[in-house]
């Protein structure tokens, strides 16, 4: 929504640089991981997942790398547009006995990119 | 594509009423769920259902209740809504299986003057 992006940490790129928006997750048993985008007004978009198998994952212009060793996750936005400015959420898989699960979202970081 | 819609993108009520927030999705998905976002404090799940008529309690379900009578449709009411109640809802959709990706509406921005 509109105030998603107030009191968030925000990332300020020029147009055409590469972006690298950081995350850092809580339960090293996490072994799915999701990107999702929120522009203003809108719900969250997914932009790519990975498994704690991989360490690296590609996209269309954008890159998820994981690190299980430092619980840390970041996504990498080549050529970075006006398009992207928006509040980006990674998302960790917690997994209950009795076989549901449910995703825990980061708080967010804010993209503003300026041409 | 997945479509999960919202009955409204803004609603105002007063505080005290009862509140029901409507989301259908299109894609035959078991999985429903709804959130709240808040500034600063990200997704919080409030209610999610893995069937129709089950539900499960998420990590802030005082305050709220849930319905889902149809697979495609999940409810979310207020029994008496309250000032610290505003906020933005979001609902959201997954299929079975090993997929988790979920799939979100445009949220409904819920004021309780």
């Known amino acids: 929504g509109e105030s998603v992006g107030l009191h968030l940490p925000t990332l300020s790129v020029q147009e055409g640089d590469n972006s690298i928006i950081n995350c850092a997750y809580s339960?090293?048993?996490?072994?799915?991981f999701i990107w999702y985008k929120q522009e203003s007004g809108k719900g969250p978009q997914f932009i790519i997942d990975?498994?704690?198998?991989?360490d690296k994952r590609q996209g269309q212009r954008v890159t998820v790398l994981l690190n299980k060793t430092v619980k840390h996750l970041s996504l990498q936005i080549a050529a970075t547009q006006p398009g992207d400015s928006a509040v980006y959420f990674c998302?960790?898989?917690?997994?209950?006995?009795?076989?549901?699960?449910?995703?825990?979202f980061g708080a967010g970081t804010r993209l503003a990119v300026h041409p | 594509d997945v479509k999960v819609t919202q009955s409204s993108r803004y609603l105002v009520k007063r505080t005290g009423e009862k509140v029901f927030l409507e989301c259908v999705q299109d894609?035959?998905?078991?999985?429903m769920f709804w959130y709240r976002q808040d500034p600063g404090l990200g997704l919080r799940l409030i209610y999610f259902?893995?069937?129709?008529?089950?539900?499960e309690k998420g990590d802030i379900p005082e305050g709220y209740s849930v319905s889902r009578e149809k697979k495609e449709r999940f409810s979310l009411i207020l029994e008496s809504a309250s000032t610290n109640q505003t906020s933005m809802y979001l609902c959201?959709?997954?299929?079975?299986?090993?997929?988790?990706?979920?799939?979100f509406g445009p949220g409904t921005r819920l004021t309780v003057t």
């Open positions: 959201a959709s997954r299929g079975a299986g090993t997929k988790y990706e979920q799939y």
């Open positions: 339960n090293s048993a996490s072994d799915y």
């Open positions: 990975i498994r704690s198998n991989m």
């Open positions: 998302a960790e898989i917690l997994r209950f006995s009795g076989g549901y699960n449910k995703l825990i």
């Open positions: 894609m035959d998905h078991e999985n």
């Open positions: 259902s893995y069937d129709v008529k089950m539900k």
